[in-house]
């Protein structure tokens, strides 16, 4: 069984940087294919950044690139989500999620990630 727990959240002023965490356990491939979501109140969530550790592949979502930065420690069988330059907009509580298929689909669409962590919340003011 796949378990995924995030760290890290916390509140910030507009500008600060903070690093998300999320420790993953029972993966059951050799190459971790994760993403991190976030949703804010009143809002759907959505994709933020993906990461395919065996090949080095991350896609990012719009609104974050050049400001957030996807990256992994196999280690550690850690994902990381460093956050730069951080908005109000970015407000919201942070997910990290696994694939378990074997092969890796290289989205934001959260209908292809099966296994979920609990959240961490980030608070951006202004």
């Known amino acids: 069984q796949v378990q995924l727990v995030e760290s890290g959240g916390g509140s910030v002023q507009a500008g600060g940087s903070l690093r998300l965490s999320c420790a993953a356990s029972?993966?059951?491939?050799?190459?971790?294919?994760m993403g991190w979501f976030r949703q804010a109140p009143g809002k759907e969530r959505e994709g933020v950044a993906h990461i395919y550790t065996g090949r080095g592949i991350t896609i990012y979502a719009d609104d974050v690139k050049g400001r957030f930065t996807v990256s992994q420690d196999n280690a550690k069988n850690t994902v990381y989500l460093q956050m730069n330059g951080l908005k109000p907009g970015d407000t919201a509580m942070y997910y990290c999620a696994a694939q378990s298929s074997s092969s890796c689909h290289h989205s934001l669409d959260e209908n292809y990630y099966n296994y979920w962590g609990q959240g961490t919340q980030v608070t951006v003011s202004s």
């Open positions: 029972g993966y059951t491939y050799s190459s971790e294919c």
